[in-house]
């Protein structure tokens, strides 16, 4: 088995808004080949994994700080995948996806964040947005969803909203699985040949295609004014779908290892409860 | 391996209401050996979740019908490591975990369905109730949480809330994990005795205990008046947790296989996209 050695700190975006989504190849393996090292990434992704699973019960044992993750990306990144992959091995007991649709009547009439606030996670949980708050400054962006100043003002509010949530014990790390125009092109070709994946194509998906640019300068605006010391952004190239399990997993067991949670100490004192008593 | 066939059908409650919780046995393996058939146990459910996973896959796709689990069953019975074994499976995008508490003041001063109304899976989805509005009816029962003659309404209110839930394509199936008072004893015991299990242990749940006798009465009452065509009951031993998940997985599975979900039909003419034109 050959070692090597996996850095994601290089899909970091500082915070000090220098940042070009330019910068990051969404085909980066890191000098990694499927065929030679593909087997290790499976295997130190099961490695990861079952710490992971370790990790969450103590969270939820301890239920002082909950873990939000959010993911965002363009149509056939992966975040489905993703989730099916990298999140699945949580206990759903205290583990929580959330997809973002369009906006449904009840949510159009409040702010933005109304509906995203209604689902932050619990303590001791983990949240998982698919897709999130951040459509706003996007998808509302490359649209005209919303009057410009209202969305110049919007990346403050998430700024803002994302603080509290953090000072208040919530955990915030955010992806971009990031891909290539001409990727996304395989990709739809592919669900339009495949009778198993036909239903998740929408012709509307080639409206936001062609608004490709638009996108990518929407993203690089939310990435350079919010990436945060309490919820910063990464971008991970999403292309090498075998890879991008491994360095969100890594990502997500780092965080928790730094969180650090503990078993909460017994509710009682022991001594009063003697096992060989109990009737 | 030797073969064996299994059948869950004898845990149905009948829609008659005639039944008693002493007419199942908690330890009842069907003559299943954990050292002889427990490999075979686990290739079962391997295969059968391998099968789940794909008729998942259909139900979130078709978007039609939802599958609601409702768990029940006494502290330690179970309920998570249940979840853990035969949930955890799912795709978590479509799955969801709802762990009713005790109420909180907002669901206390509303009616006993409201809080529980508010977590019904969506269509295409699964939900997973960990408890349930069936609280209401047990523990509210044994402890005179609510007035005698309200609490006997409820089991109508309940009947009358899963109808119009199935009505609207929701598939319920309830299952109340079944052990015996000194099967706790031993897994009360266990939890006091490792240090990170011991968080689970609170000194009420010995009050609960207590009052044992009268759960099962509680619990008898439900199943006689609340397991419906539409919303049966099923008494599962739990005892043998090595074989508890294959059976709630083969349930799950062939109620899964009945709603029959399919992939859609494509939401546009096929020969407008030649995938070849897409660019």
Known sequence: MAGFSLDYSRYRVPTDGKFSLGDIDPGDSQGLVKERDGQEVEERLAR????????????????????LLVLQGMDTSGKDNAIRRVIAPFNPMACRVTNFKSPSHAEQVRDFLWRVHSHVPRKGSIGV?????YEDVLIARVHGLAPPDLIEKRYDHIN?????????????????????????????KRRLKRADKRWKFFPEDLRDRKRWD??????????????TTYAP??????QNRWLRNLLI???????LEDMDPQFPEAQFDPADYPPEKIT
Chains 1, 2 share one sequence.
């Open 48 to 67: 990861i994994q079952a710490r992971l699973d370790e990790l969450q019960q103590r969270l939820f044992a301890e239920s002082k700080q909950a873990l």
């Open 233 to 238: 952004w990464y971008v991970i190239p999403a």
């Open 160 to 188: 803002d909203f994302e603080k509290m949530l953090a000072d208040h014990g919530t955990r915030i790390v955010k992806v971009m699985l990031h891909i290539s125009k001409d990727y996304q092109l395989e990709r739809l």
């Open 214 to 227: 638009d996108y990518m300068e929407a993203y690089n605006i939310a990435l350079q004014r919010c990436s």
């Open 129 to 133: 947005f698919n897709r999130s708050h």
């Open 249 to 255: 997993s890594r990502l997500l067991l780092d965080i």
